[in-house]
């Protein structure tokens, strides 16, 4: 197995690969985040597989400049210098688009078949436009994933059915003026009656962003790597 092509930048433990898209459309430009000592294990990557996180910006980042995405969320967090024990992928939305759930989990697999990743650990997370986008990600290909965690998402047209194996972390500001509460709790509702295993974080005198206090708590990071599930072969 041999790296993908592309430019490397920063240290080990906080790797950022930039990668463009096709002329085509067809998929999402994004950033890769490599964990510490990525480089030196890679070699022994059949001795080494790592979990992989998908993260989904806001619409705060959309556009054609992958330096939007250090703006909030897991690249800001990463080019502040955090560390995780994940391969992170974070793609970005075009201006004037949502998230299509389709482009998404074909990055997803074009990245999984390349680079060194436990397939039994496959998580999505996402803030904002990327908490909708987490939700209709999971409802498209719940099997793919051991565990999600979107945050203050719009209210998305799910099968609440689809739900009930899978582990989800929901977390929403009660202040929120842009996506109001309601829309959490609805989402919520609907997948804990459906036998769920739904955790729900309401944050006190929060607004619209619960994204950064989740972040900075690594708690998250442990909820994710408790949840283990079978690999699947991806396609």
Known sequence: ????????????????????????????????????NY????????????????????????GNDLNLLKNA?????????????FVIAAPQCPHGQW????????LLVEIIKTLPVD??????????????????????HPDCFSAIIPICGLRTDIDPKRFKHLPVWCLHGENDDRVP???????IEQIKNEGCDARFTI?????????????KNREWVEWLLRHKKQPDSLT
């Open 39 to 62: 480089n030196q294990i890679y070699k022994q990557a059949k001795l080494k597989k790592y979990p992989f996180l998908l993260f989904l910006h806001g619409s705060g980042e959309c």
């Open 73 to 85: 969320g897991l690249p800001q967090l990463i080019a502040d210098g955090a560390q995780y024990p």
């Open 1 to 36: 197995m041999t790296p993908p092509h592309g430019s490397i930048y920063g240290r080990p433990g906080s790797t950022i690969r930039m990668k463009e898209s096709a002329r085509n459309h067809s998929t999402y430009n994004h950033l890769l985040y490599y964990p510490e």
């Open 203 to 215: 944050y006190p005198d929060t607004g619209h962003d619960a994204w950064t206090r989740t972040y």
């Open 99 to 106: 998230w299509d759930s389709g482009i998404v989990y074909k």
């Open 119 to 140: 397939e039994s650990r496959i998580y999505v997370t996402g803030l904002s436009m990327g908490g909708s986008g987490t939700w209709a990600l999971a409802n498209d």
């Open 181 to 187: 509460l309601e829309n959490s709790i609805e989402m």
